[in-house]
């Protein structure tokens, strides 16, 4: 199947520090990316679909100043935690559905982010 | 009401048995049903997916949608060791996907 590569998988940082994540689909052409985050034992939340060319579109209650996404190109993506605290910590994962295709989506293996 | 509800478990069951997985849903506008698979510290991946109601069988899975109950089922025959993951449901159509908070799934030898 598709590949979707994350990096990095898992990032340590300092509070106030920005942190960049990247989704790139290795084999394919997403026009469409979607942002998660996924806390323990608890469901995938999506934060925010990103399109390629054009502005992303946050879920509600997502802070767009706090999680920048830019998605420049069809196969890469970006989300950058900025001024990241504790309580950003989290497991971050992407996911991109290949332009030909109307059904799946693949996922990445996801971004660790602690947060001292 | 959370729009995809999933019980969290843990579930554990012997090696050969059948697993029943299962999630309810709230809200009928959306015709695509998955189950995901995620073992730890990984990503989702796909086990099956259905449009609309009905089964889908592949190997020893099996996937079901009720509408008029608007329930979800997955349906592991013969489970295996390697089947130990959380197993995630979500209903969603083209750009939207909601998912259920994944159900933990340990198979013991």
């Known amino acids: 199947g598709a590949v979707v590569s994350q990096h990095p998988s898992w990032v340590i940082c300092k509070s106030g520090t920005s942190v960049k994540i990247e989704c790139r689909s290795l084999?394919?052409?997403?026009?469409?990316m979607f942002w998660y985050r996924q806390f323990p034992k608890k469901s995938l939340m999506l934060m925010a679909t990103?399109?390629?060319?054009?502005?992303?579109?946050?879920e509600q209650g997502v802070e767009k100043d706090k999680f920048l996404i830019n998605h420049a190109s069809l196969t890469l993506s970006t989300l950058t935690v900025t001024s990241a605290h504790p309580e950003d910590s989290s497991f971050y994962i992407c996911?991109?559905?290949?332009?030909?295709?109307?059904?799946?989506?693949?996922f990445g293996e996801g971004s660790r982010l602690t947060v001292l | 009401q959370k729009e995809v509800e999933q019980d969290p478990g843990p579930l554990s069951v012997p090696e050969g048995a059948i697993v029943s997985l299962n999630c309810t849903y709230s809200?009928?506008?959306?015709?695509?049903f998955m189950w995901y698979r995620q073992y730890s510290r990984k990503g989702p991946e796909l086990l099956m997916y259905?449009?609309?109601?009905g089964n889908k069988e592949d190997g020893r899975f099996t996937a079901q949608v009720d509408k008029s109950s608007k329930y979800i089922s997955l349906f592991i025959r013969d489970s295996q060791p390697s089947d130990s993951a959380t197993y995630l449901c979500?209903?969603?159509?083209?750009?939207?996907?909601?998912f259920g908070a994944g159900t933990r799934l340990a198979v013991h030898p």
């Open positions: 809200n009928s506008a959306f015709q695509y």
């Open positions: 996911s991109a559905r290949e332009a030909a295709n109307t059904g799946e989506l693949f």
């Open positions: 259905t449009y609309s109601s």
């Open positions: 979500a209903q969603g159509g083209y750009n939207k996907l909601i």
């Open positions: 990103s399109n390629e060319g054009s502005k992303a579109t946050y």
């Open positions: 084999d394919f052409q997403a026009t469409t």
